[in-house]
């Protein structure tokens, strides 16, 4: 499915992360369903409630509620495990450490 405007679409499902490459941005919900969302990652950040999303990487922001696990990278760096239905992998870039640290309290 693609999404072409943002209003309500994000405040109406439980979204776990987004992520992108190029456009479309492509948002996973927790159904583990992947939505294409015709937003750069830059402008959907901008929609979302900053206490409950954080940018871990250039391309990809969590939301913090479901992170299932957390473990330390070699390099400063760390792997999450989402609580979504896939158990989605991903990973925190090395100039979001510092941030993503101080949020999780690690």
Known sequence: MR?????GFICGLAVCCLA???LPAQTWV???KAYCVDYAI??????LDPK?????????????????????LPGGAFHLRLKDGE???LTVARDR??????RVGC
């Open 30 to 32: 927790s159904e583990g």
């Open 87 to 89: 158990g989605t992998d």
């Open 52 to 72: 409950k999303f954080l940018r871990i990487h250039r391309s990809t922001v969590v939301n913090m509620d479901w992170i299932k696990e957390v473990a330390s």
């Open 97 to 102: 450490a510092r941030e993503f640290k101080a």
């Open 3 to 7: 999404i072409r405007s943002i209003s």
């Open 20 to 22: 992108a490459q190029t």
């Open 42 to 47: 830059a402008e959907l950040e901008k929609n």
